[in-house]
């Protein structure tokens, strides 16, 4: 199975503060339709995952902009451009290129500093 | 609107089985796989399996193969999973998801393993 191993486990930021988060994996994630099957999520305390980018870069639907994604191949990040008291939570990225299974990195703690 | 509603929390005891639903409205479930994922407390998200609702073909990961039951009833547009022989280390938040570039997902269901 693929392995996403995100960095760092836990990020501290103050308000307003731009962020980024790494998920490297095992394997590439170009799947052989061209498309990149490889998405990030927020879960907040006591909430499902919200899915924030799909397809490497495309924001998910009512996702503010300041959230963004990149990446290809192995390498990717999460960009938060101005954190906001909202966005505390933990990150998540998830691949499904090689699917099944789904796998998910270990995730990103985002606290305030 | 998509929506996924999952069944309330369950207290399960050891050796007992339990058995979760979610029901979809806004979306036909025929037209995609329902995905399963847990996370024990604290912890990370794992993927427990899928099953295509329109024939009920069902793939889980190795560790689940002997746990989990994944059905669907089209008719009612419910997917369900069944977790069997309960232990102590099955207590998790459950969640369903649809395939459709993980945009979907329950709200969840605490399951708790407690004799």
């Known amino acids: 199975d693929v392995v996403l191993t995100q960095t760092p486990s836990i990020l501290s930021a103050t308000i307003g503060q731009s962020v980024s988060i790494s998920c490297r994996s095992s394997q590439s994630l170009l799947d052989s339709d061209g498309n990149t099957y490889l998405y990030w999520f927020l879960q907040r305390p006591g909430q499902s995952p919200q899915r924030l980018i799909y397809?490497?870069?495309n924001l998910g639907s009512g996702v503010p902009n300041r959230f963004s994604g990149s990446g290809s191949g192995t390498d990717f990040t999460l960009k938060i451009s101005g954190v906001e008291a909202e966005d505390l939570g933990v990150y998540y990225c998830m691949q499904a290129t090689h699917a099944p299974p789904w796998t998910f990195g270990g995730g990103t703690k985002l606290e305030l500093k | 609107e998509v929506q996924l509603q999952q069944s309330g929390a369950e207290l399960g005891k050891p050796g007992t089985s339990v058995k979760l639903s979610c029901k979809v409205s806004g979306y036909n479930i025929r037209n995609t796989y329902m995905h399963w994922v847990n996370q024990r407390p604290g912890k990370g998200l794992e993927w427990i399996g899928r099953?295509?609702?329109?024939?009920?073909?069902?793939i889980y990961a190795e560790k689940f193969k002997s746990k989990a039951t994944l059905t669907a009833d089209t008719s009612s547009n419910t997917a369900y999973m069944q977790l069997s022989q309960l232990k102590s280390d099955d207590t998790a938040i459950y969640f369903c998801a649809m395939e459709l570039d993980g945009a979907y997902w329950g709200q969840g269901t605490l399951v708790t393993v407690s004799s």
């Open positions: 397809l490497v870069s």
């Open positions: 099953i295509d609702p329109a024939n009920g073909n069902t």
